[in-house]
T-cell receptor, first 112, second 116 residues
Framework: AQSVSQHNHHVILSEAASLELGCNYSYGGTVNLFWYVQYPGQHLQLLLKYFSGDPLVKGIKGFEAEFIKSKFSFNLRKPSVQWSDTAEYFCAGITGGFKTIFGAGTRLFVKA | DAGVIQSPRHEVTEMGQEVTLRCKPISGHDYLFWYRQTMMRGLELLIYFNNNVPIDDSGMPEDRFSAKMPNASFSTLKIQPSEPRDSAVYFC??????????????FGEGSRLTVL
């Protein structure tokens, strides 16, 4: 079955620390992968996306993610987090039919 | 351009009452999705439409839930009768199979439903 799994449910970091959030997917065939962010009290918005080409994808606010096909992974990274990055982060994937499946989400809290 | 518009933003109702949530997708988008978000279950896809036609409703919890899309600019999600376990934030999102065809979703602000 198609699924997206996120390893960490809660992450607490201090400002300037590096971030890596894990995401694994199980799909057959072509896959489009996304990271969305949900700031407290707000709706989800796109951070970055991968659908083909360079497996290292850069998004907004200094975030990047690397698609590693052999590992079925699409981990999100940021070299130095800020207090304003406190949010919930969702990995998501679609394959054909535009049905988007989301991971359980990772809540990130950045201490000032 | 206006984003996805949902109403109401907040709804408090009593168990057994009918609840109707509304969504206006981004103009020109041909896909519309209804998601439910709870602490326990995360973000669940309830149903999605393509060109106003329901494509996959396998996520609809039970017969108490129904969704319609009478035209390209309007969709409703109805719960009748509502139960306390339906309390959640319901998000509508739209997308388009444009030239880039990446399937990015554009979300509305959500409708927070509380069933007492």
């Amino acid at each position: 079955a198609q699924s997206v799994s996120q390893h960490n449910h809660h992450v607490i970091l201090s400002e300037a620390a590096s971030l890596e959030l894990g995401c694994n997917y199980s799909y057959g065939g072509t896959v489009n992968l996304f990271w969305y962010v949900q700031y407290p009290g707000q709706h989800l918005q796109l951070l970055l996306k991968y659908f083909s080409g360079d497996p290292l994808v850069k998004g907004i606010k200094g975030f990047e993610a690397e698609f590693i096909k052999s590992k079925f992974s699409f981990n999100l990274r940021k070299p130095s987090v800020q207090w304003s990055d406190t949010a919930e982060y969702f990995c998501a994937g679609i394959t054909g039919g535009f049905k988007t499946i989301f991971g359980a989400g990772t809540r990130l809290f950045v201490k000032a | 351009d206006a984003g996805v518009i949902q109403s109401p933003r907040h709804e408090v109702t009593e168990m057994g009452q009918e609840v109707t949530l509304r969504c206006k997708p981004i103009s020109g988008h041909d896909y519309l999705f209804w998601y439910r978000q709870t602490m326990m279950r995360g973000l669940e896809l309830l149903i999605y439409f393509n060109n106003n036609v329901p494509i996959d409703d396998s996520g609809m919890p039970e017969d108490r839930f129904s969704a319609k899309m009478p035209n390209a600019s309007f969709s409703t999600l109805k719960i009748q009768p509502s139960e306390p376990r339906d309390s959640a934030v319901y998000f509508c999102a739209s997308s388009t199979a444009g030239t880039s065809n990446t399937g990015e979703l554009f979300f509305g602000e959500g409708s927070r439903l509380t069933v007492l």
